[in-house]
């Protein structure tokens, strides 16, 4: 079975400091990956995915992830966190075949000024 | 273009009562999904339609749970009766072909459930 763990439940950072939000995935063979970010009262908007190729991925607002295999994980980045990027973070795994996306529990980010 | 849409944004009942749920996906999009997310976790997959027909319902707890999507378009989540742990917020996200491993889903904003 897959699963997902995102093993910080709450990040603080300075406005303009560096972020990684970490994300482990358990799975058989090499998995869809996907974030998600979700702002308080509202739905899930999709950041990135990565299928194949290239293991760092661009995302939108500025965001990158880098796929390890050998580390099974898939790590969210951003260079200069902006007040605007408070909100929780989620990362999917998803087969390479069926419909089951699994959600980690998330990962609440709170910025400082 | 707009987005995914819900009703009710918010929802008090006691248990034992029944309340049910809609969403309107974005429009042309065939597949549509209802997930629960409890506080403090990620969501989780209750449904999938394509079209009018369901893909994929194994983890909805059948015994009080139904959805329908009777036109294609639109879609009702009832819950019946409900209970304590029943508490989360009930998500909708729609496709537009229905490979979630390969496309984008769109989330609403949200139906949040408080069962007392």
């Known amino acids: 079975a897959q699963s997902v763990t995102q093993p910080d439940i709450h990040i603080t950072v300075s406005e303009g400091a560096s972020l990684e939000l970490r994300c482990n995935y358990s799975y058989g063979a090499t998995p869809y990956l996907f974030w998600y970010v979700q702002s308080p009262g509202q739905g899930l908007q999709l950041l990135l995915k990565y299928f194949s190729g290239d293991t760092l991925v661009q995302g939108i607002k500025g965001f990158e992830a880098e796929f390890k295999r050998s580390q099974s994980s898939f790590n969210l980045r951003k260079p200069s966190v902006h007040w605007s990027d408070a909100a929780e973070y989620f990362c999917a795994v998803g087969p390479l075949s069926g419909n089951m996306l699994t959600f980690g529990g998330g990962t609440r980010l709170m910025v400082k000024p | 273009e707009a987005g995914v849409a819900q009703s009710p944004r918010y929802k008090i009942i006691e248990k034992r009562q029944s309340v049910a749920f809609w969403c309107n996906p974005i429009s042309g999009h065939a597949t549509l999904y209802w997930y629960q997310q409890i506080l403090g976790q990620g969501p989780k997959l209750l449904i999938q339609?394509?079209?009018?027909?369901?893909?994929?319902d194994s983890q909805l707890p059948k015994d009080r749970f139904s959805a329908e999507r009777l036109k294609g378009v639109d879609s009702t989540l009832k819950i019946q009766p409900a209970k304590l742990e029943d508490s989360a917020v009930y998500l909708c996200?729609?496709?537009?072909?229905?490979?979630?491993?390969?496309?984008?889903?769109?989330f609403g904003p949200g139906t949040r459930l408080l069962v007392l």
């Open positions: 339609f394509q079209n009018n027909g369901v893909v994929d």
């Open positions: 996200a729609s496709s537009l072909v229905g490979v979630p491993t390969q496309e984008t889903q769109y």
